[in-house]
């Protein structure tokens, strides 16, 4: 900021008084030593009148700018202060480092591969300027508080600064302070020091505190004039603040609403100013607690206000203080060792000691005023900022007790600032070192711990009755966060000291006190009686693990890189573990004995903890001891003595075994706590230190104690002794389905010990191979997406997964049609799958297994699933090997083979060999590493051909025999219990892999063969049982098969049988479409002569076909001639979308009295459009389904919570859902017969009234007072000849027989004539915004047009949809929208029945009279043309849209010619002369906006000796057109366009002075009237019936279109045979009279055209393709109702318009009325209220932070879905949580687009509230 453009600085031009002449005097002297009494004397006289709301601001603003003036004056001893100022500026060193504060909301980038942790973080001007913008980096948003990291080379491990502040000197020696004038060195100690002081004292004083007597002026301290004060908290809500301040102070809402946002942005607000006793007593009505469970109330304070006014003054200060350290280096050293020597008041303690330890006691606005000067002051220079690091975590203690009882959030806290230091390496090595950092923090968090510890000294929060402690437990949690940052830059380069390892153990021994206290939480017991009465709480140690996660591993880290410091935190743990009584058993399996511990895990007075942080420490440690070290070593004697080795393995295993009994349904009894334990016990974010930990503890122990010990340990934890004993008379008291699962779990365990080894320090492994193991396990269930596998993988302290770094290496990445990319497991990685993986839960081993069965299945191969090659054990846990083959685990592999062979078992599983197999695999695999490291024995196949078992145990099973454990592997080959066939593929790879292995041994070669002949045989044999079976199977099969065709068959026939009339319908349709196929589609001249022709005397026929309905409620069956009425749901709703010009939308809720519903300007701000979903329904059916709707809504509105749901419709309106689709609607449309359909069994009639003459009768009827205008069936001739003329009179006659020959008096039945009536209302209840209850709607002059306007909307819709898809015209719309189409026309050929005939007419004549009499005014004295042509509103030729126009006019002409109901001639020459008119008058249109290309481009004007205009005889018009191209006869004096181009621009004054030659004119012609035509063809297509030319059915060029589409409705094919004689005379008197083109000449050379032909689509608006552009410009928009540079919290993109909303804020909510159903007021928000005034009730904005789309639709309705924004792997990013880079996806906009432009927001939002259940309440008013 440039000091000398601030207003603070001006200054004044003379004193105003002799005061004020006397501080400059002072502050000028040269003896300064009472500079702080000047200055107080000063504003004790002038603060409270520059901040006295009674004076006016401008007076105000001059003296707060005069006390400035004065300190700058002192400062710089100059009467131009900003000079001085200036200089400094530019006499600084370049800056080192960025520093840019951040805003709430800027986008900060971290680089990946550089930063040293993600808090490192630059600003978007030096990340576009450094070399990170090549590298992976994350992009973000600023909470606000945070600089920029750029130039601070402990903050990045290469590439530390930008381009920019690269240039600057690496070192400086030149103290900053020398660069200072003369004398300001002292001047700016002395005033910093008095600023800093009274800021202090006046800021930090108690509420009921008086000022100092130096600051008090005895005339204004007199006063009685106080001020009721509001603070802030962070309790009580929006609402109840406002209700408050309503009731208590009396002000209006919109006040209220502005005081709770003022308290909320600025942390207090004065409420009332007034005498004491009335602040007094409105002070303790806001301190009244709202309801007796109230925790807090308001608080409220009285002041004075000269207290206040100093408050203010301070706060000022403080800004211009750090304004002006900023400009100098020098001035910036000063104030930090200004603010960090010792206060002259108290000693050893500095200013900025008090400020931090004060910082509850200020006000939100203040906080962050003095965390941002200490980063604008402290932080830029690395000396002060290590000085301030010491002195907070001197009083970290302290400022964490005040922190964790105020109720404010932390980011206005002083702790928030320790990110800012505790992650500077150098800074946190020193306090760690020099000052116990790491204590310090751990023990402010057992302070805070001590009263939740129970009688054991374990936390327990079971009951949290006191919600006030427990809020204060978690505030105190964010001491975590302090630790993991000065844990996690410090060990990016450790250099181990004495000090630093002195102090490092000691704080690692606070940590074990902590973990100590978490040790053994929440422990349950099995309940077995009765189930739980209350689930237990187990959040808040999950909450603890997670928090503590990193830092455990951050403890691990350090350890490993110091053995001497390893090996002393190792025993510190082994101290602290904890000491069990444990009573033990001594157990025998397979004659091996082991003491185990008595303790039955699901006893019902066994409780197990989940929580085991020391032992899982201990694991973690266990892995990086020194080689020679282990637990058994000597230094560990002394804990050895207290602590057994199997107490180690008993809490872990009792985990496994109660995850085990979990599965077996034992513990259903214990409710959802227990179970949610266990599923976040192997959450992938707890599970590394958790259950992984708990896994490697186990496999440690297992590396050093005796292996049959540790097997009989593990039986017996699972109660499964009885079954592995010699006998099994004793079995277990478990039931056999839980037996079998606790024994594939115990199975399941053994394997993981034994072959789980993809973990560093366990297995010969790099951390390459471990990613990748657990990529290829996730990708193995599924296809995922990268986010989803990022999800899914752990992660390390810096949040990194290295998942980008590896998984090309084992996936294949592909994107579909929509940019989304996902991966797909390689197929040469699925043979490293391990089925028995141990991060799989049970739903995804069954899903990656049935995968990877899927696809060896289709690759050919058999269904064995084994487990894969492992890698070797490293030396420490070499020994795990030995549970191969040690007795008991041998024992254990016979006893469950012999169960599947023997003929008698309890316990029998095929689960059970699978698990059996597996380890057998494992042992195989075990071998071979040992037969490779030169071990020939080959330890465990020896063992397997010759261990047969107990002998007592084997004969009860296998009788005499006596097989080994290879023998009962060929012996379950044959066995009636193996059916699986997987399983049986996998029991033959064993026994292959079996002989393979065996093979490589020498001594027993013989008898492998033997074996391997032995099992040939086998397999011979059992392949004959398995043929046998198969061929069993199948003939089972195919009879099943054949029973259930035959079943199929007679069903299909009975429902034939009983819908024979359908089928019969069927063949009607199919023979009529076969009798209109044309008969040669190769000859091409017979089809050119059958091309269809819609309108005029050559009409072709309608296409026959039989319309049937079948009602989606009754399912009966209906055709349009029966006397059912039949409805389709339909939606209406108002719109925006064909908007021209979006300034001119409409600005109010209801429709514009100045906007004409008949005379519709070409800007179409605003309309109507109708969809239907294409269903139909009886009237009758559908009237009882919507009374039932209403009745279960309104039920439904009775119930107290209903006002908190989101309801998908309002039924209030009319919404409901269609019964079959639940597409969105509120209303019904009837299905009515085709008008171009109804005569077709006679022959049209002829009429010869030509075009010429057709005019002249038109111009005579638009005569309002002419009698002709009032044609009546029995009119009298005579009066008739009186007032035409005789060929004028001869045609009106032969006309009027003509229409009246064709009419059809068809009267509508009563239901159906409702039916229509209905729909009506709705579509004037929607297009005017009014209540659908208006009893008198037939006798309202608007309906007709309204009706009228709707249908061409929507026909103007679909057009655009079509055209913005780059789709042909006809074929490529939906069935709805085709439906939807044709009813609406159908509609408007019927609707004239139920309205009054004489409004019609009316309506016609205005129409006509516009454009036929325009000199003539329309008379304004009817009511009924008053209410549709308003007076201010114009009817020119350049702003009236021509298709709306085309419509009015069609349906509206007969009227004139019958007094009673009339019908629309379906495409007669009436409605062919119609066209005719109304597309020359469209092309005028085009011709008055015309631009050359030259003078589009450049302006320029044609050359003086250059004629502007050029005959039509140097190029004649284009051959591609036929000459013959209409019936009609077309005059042979037509001019050229040219001429009718020059004759228009003459009449309204802008001559034609651009070349304008025929071709171009033509071509322009053509291109910009196309979508007129093709609207017009979608008309008259649905009206006649007629089909459309095939040709439109495929995409042309738009001369073809254009050509086709004009020989399809009959109008000439050359633009210029439009051109008429009558018609040019037409056009020209029409030019001639319109005052509004003559007004809207622009520099008298063309008039200003409210639109620009061609039309183009309306689009949303341009995005960025870089979102972070967003991210910065929504960062620097501030709420437009705030004072000051607040931020928006949520700014909103409006992608209608582009306008940026401060959007759910309170702030800018806008008060409407009777927007709610009582018809009060009723604030709304920010975009709900934009929606009324951009989109009519529908909305699309972007919420830039929140990187989400919203949808809204009305107040009360919306939704969320993903931005249009994307990663590299095609993925959104909703709260930017992955911190991606995000690109535009044109496709995902594109589509959002096509759901804007087809009006689907409605529908989208509709469909979406209903999918959510109620489960995401969202206030949608509010937004």
Known sequence: ??????????????????????????????????????????????????????????????????????????????????????????????????????????????CRDCAYDPTCVLCMQCFEKSAHKSHKYRINTSSGGGYCDCGDVDAWKAFPACSEHGKAAATDNQNPESRLPEGMVQRAEVLFQCILRYSYQVLSSALDADLPDSLVEKNVLATDSYCTMLLNDEIHTYEQVISRLIKAVGVTNKEAVDFATTVDREGRAPVFTGPKATCQKLSQEIQKKFNLNDSKILEAAVMHHSFVSHQDFAQLLLKWLEEIIDYSDGLRKIFCRVAMVPDEDVSDISLLEKILLADTSFWKAVRLQFHQLFMTGVFKDVESKTQFAILLTKHYIDLYRDFVRDDHYRTVSATAVTVQVYTVTPIAKVLIEKHRLIEVILKTLLKESERWKNDKGILDFQSRRDSEAYAIFKRAQFVIHDLKYALGCTLNNPQWTPDLQSSFLNGFTTFLELLTQIQGMDAAKRFTTHHIEYEMEWETAFTLQLKLTDIITLFIQHCRTSPEVLVSAYTAILRYMPKYTIYTNEITIAGHSANCCVFDVGGPEKCVSIHLPLHRLLAGLNHHLPPDVNYTSPQFAPMNCQLQLFNLLEEPLRIQVMLAQIYSEMWKRNGYSIQSQMYYYMYVKCRPEMYDRDIQLIQSVAAVMEPDSFLIHVIHKYTLTSIFQNSDSQFTTLSVKQTTEIVREMLQLL????????????????????????????????????????????????????????????????????????????????????????????????????????????????????????????????????????????????????????????????????????????????????????????????????????????????????????????????????????????????????????????????????????????????????????????????????????????????????????????NVESEGAKETTPMDCSDSLAEESKTPVALGPNKSAARPHLENYVCILCQDASTIDDDTTVVYSAFVQRSTVLSRNSSHRNTQEDTPTDVSVLLVPSELSHGVFTTTCGHAMHASCFKIYHDSVVARERRRAQRALFQYLNPAFDFDKGEFFCPLCESIANCVLPVLPCAGRKDSSQSPPVCAVNLSNWLKILTQLAQPDSAMSSLEDNCPIPDLAKVAADTVYTNLMELYDFLSSSANQTELSEEMAATVVKFLSTIFAVGKNKKNDNPDLLEDPEIAPLIWNTTAYTIQVMEQVIRSDNKPLFGHLSLRQEMCMSLLVRFLSVCHKVIPQNYVKSHCQVLLHGLLSPGQPVSQTSTVNAAVLPAQRSNSIIDIDAFHYLVSLCFSLPSLFSSSMYTVSAGSMNEQYILHLVLSVHMAQIMLGYQTPAASSSHATSAPDQSPVTPVTQEPPSSSFNTAVSSMDVAEDSVSLVEVFSKLHSVIGAPCEDAVTESALENHLITASLPFLRCAAFLFSNLTDVAAPPALHALCSPRKEYEVITKYLDVPNQPAALFTSEILTILVNKCTNDKSIASSISKNIRPVMPVEYPLKINSLIKLPDDYSELINTASRFTCPNSTGSDESRTPTLCLVCGEMLCSQSYCCQVEVNGSNSRGRQEAIGAASSHTKVCGAGTGIYLRVRQCQVVLLAGKSKGCFIPAPYVDDYGETDITLRRGNPLKLCHTAYRDLHRLWLSHGVQEKVARSTASSSGQFLADWRHL
């Not at 000047?38 to 006016?56: C, R, S, T, Y």
């Not at 001085?84 to 986008?107: H, I, S, T, Y």
């Not at 072959?755 to 296809?783: C, M, N």
Request: aromatic residues 8%.
């Open 1 to 110: 900021m440039d000091m000398g453009n601030n207003s603070m600085s001006i200054k004044p031009s003379v004193p105003n008084d002799g005061i004020i002449s006397h501080v400059y005097g002072a502050l000028l002297s040269k003896d300064f030593s009472n500079l702080e009494q000047v200055l107080h004397h000063n504003w004790a006289v002038l603060v409270p009148q520059a901040f006295n709301k009674e004076i006016v601001a401008e007076e105000r603003q001059a003296l707060q700018s005069q006390l400035i003036y004065n300190i700058e004056l002192f400062l710089s001893q100059s009467l131009t202060p900003k000079e001085v100022f200036a200089k400094l500026k530019a006499g600084n060193a370049p800056d080192l480092f960025c520093g840019r504060a951040f805003r709430n909301g800027e986008p900060t980038y971290s």
């Open 751 to 1066: 394997i993981i010990i034994l072959g789980e080894r993809y973990v560093e320090g366990v297995g010969k492994v790099t951390p390459q191979q471990i990613v990748q193991r657990e990529i290829i396990h996730l990708l193995a269930i599924s296809r995922s997406s990268h986010s989803d596998l990022d999800k899914n993988m752990p992660e390390d302290v810096n949040s990194e997964t290295q998942l980008e770094n590896y998984v090309r290496e084992v996936a294949d990445f592909t994107r579909d049609s929509t940019g989304k990319g996902m991966y797909t497991l390689m197929d040469e990685c699925r043979a490293l799958f391990n089925p028995c993986f141990y991060h799989y839960s049970k739903a995804d081993q069954s899903k990656a297994e049935d995968s990877q069965k899927m696809f060896r299945k289709n690759s050919g191969l058999d269904g064995a699933l084994p487990i894969p090659f492992t890698p070797q054990w490293t030396e420490r846990y070499s020994s795990v090997s030995r549970l191969f083959t040690c007795d008991v685990m041998l024992h254990v592999i016979h006893t469950l083979l012999s169960n599947m062979v023997a003929k008698r078992s309890r316990i029998r599983s095929e689960s059970h060999l699978e698990k059996v197999l597996h380890l057998i695999t494992l042992a195989l695999h075990e071998d071979k590493h040992e037969f490779a490291a030169g071990n020939k024995s080959l330890p465990f196949t020896n063992a397997a051909q010759r261990y047969k078992g107990s002998s007592l145990y084997s004969s009860e099973r296998l009788g005499s025999r006596e097989l080994s454990i290879l023998d009962l592997l060929n012996e379950c080959q044959n066995s009636e219990h193996v059916t699986h066939a997987p399983l049986k593929d996998l029991l033959g790879y064993v026994l292959k892999y079996f002989s393979e292995v065996a093979s490589m041994g020498h001594e027993c070669g013989g008898s492998i063969v033997t074996k391997k002949r032995s099992t040939e045989n086998l397999d011979s044999a059992a392949q004959a049982a398995i043929d046998k079976q198969k061929a069993l199977r199948a003939k089972k099969a195919a009879k099943s098969r054949s029973k259930i065709i035959e079943k199929m068959m007679k069903a299909q026939q009975k429902f034939m049988d009983g819908a024979a009339d359908l089928f019969q319908t069927c």
